[in-house]
């Protein structure tokens, strides 16, 4: 059993902010994107509180730059954190990635390297997070479309590695991996196969375009048979794992993403007994476990 299981969610996107209110839908939790609501007051912030008293919710970013060679962002640390206390999470993700240098956001999120070197920046870096916000973090793989030569790993250790070296979680991404072993013909299932389950504490669900010989990852389609069929591994792998899916682009009605995860949960009814998977309460932020942390 997954002691952080917290059912089935979605991301809570502007074009369904009132129906959820009107209707409050069957979801689990929600999860929010942390930048959208790191402004103080507006209509934004008023539909986060009326949906949150009704929710659990998540936080994830898409700004940390974790590996980025630039110094962490202090502001934005310090936003962040102001967020989590209004909307204590039950946790809080980013990106394995770069995002900028010279205090340039490219707006993207852009692959590292597979090296030593690159591990130990990088996990540095999540502690130093960790270290602020008093809270460990959870770390999401991303889909990728270029390799480096200086790699020394695969994408799959490497980000082992830096998990357990900055002693964090993961946010594992179902569509990433299908994305980046279609772009760089590796096995998703030996991805899968050699991440730590007590590591993982969610998974991310969305579609992508298939241009034939590459794959973009852009949340802007339902997501299609190969990704059901690796997230039922990945349940066979894990067992029960908060799971939600995200849609960034082309936004359907709410009731077609609802839809779809009732996909996920008879595929995952189909391995785990849910039945017997307690689920994390609303309001208590996933346990730190650590002594460090207090």
């Known amino acids: 059993m997954n002691q952080h299981f917290l059912g089935f969610g979605l991301g809570l996107r502007t074009d369904h902010f009132q129906e959820i209110i009107d209707t409050q839908p069957a979801v689990d939790w929600f999860e929010i994107i942390s930048e959208n609501f790191m402004v103080a007051g507006g209509k934004p912030t008023y539909y986060l509180h009326k949906i949150r008293e009704q929710y659990p919710m998540v936080m994830h970013g898409v700004s940390l730059s974790i590996g980025s060679t630039d110094p962490l962002n202090l502001d934005y640390l310090k936003k962040l954190k102001v967020l989590i206390n209004e909307v204590k999470p039950v946790w809080v993700s980013d990106h394995l990635c770069w995002t900028g240098v010279n205090h340039t ?23 130093q997070v960790q270290d602020f916000l008093g809270r460990q973090i959870l770390i999401e793989n991303v889909s990728s479309y270029l390799s480096y030569q200086d790699s020394e790993m695969p994408e799959w250790v490497f980000y082992q590695e830096v998990v357990t070296q900055a002693d964090c979680y993961m946010l594992l991404d179902i569509n990433n991996i299908y994305v980046s072993a279609r772009n760089h013909g590796f096995s998703a299932t030996d991805y899968l196969n050699y991440i730590d389950p007590q590591r993982v504490r969610q998974f991310h669900l969305a579609g992508h375009t298939d241009y034939g010989d590459y794959v973009i990852d852009t949340h802007d389609h339902a997501i299609c048979d190969p990704v059901w069929s690796l997230y039922q591994t990945a349940l066979h792998r894990f067992g ?36 017997i998977t307690e689920k994390t309460p609303a309001s208590e932020p996933m346990p730190i476990e650590t002594a460090f942390y207090g």
């Open 240 to 275: 029960a794992v908060s799971t939600m899916i995200e849609r960034d682009d082309h936004i359907p009605p709410l009731t077609e993403l609802l839809a779809e995860l009732s996909i996920a949960k008879h595929i995952a009814n189909d391995v785990v007994d849910l039945t």
């Open 105 to 127: 956001n490219s707006h993207d999120l852009l692959p590292l390297p597979y090296t030593q070197a690159a591990i130990d920046h990088v996990a540095t870096r999540i502690q």
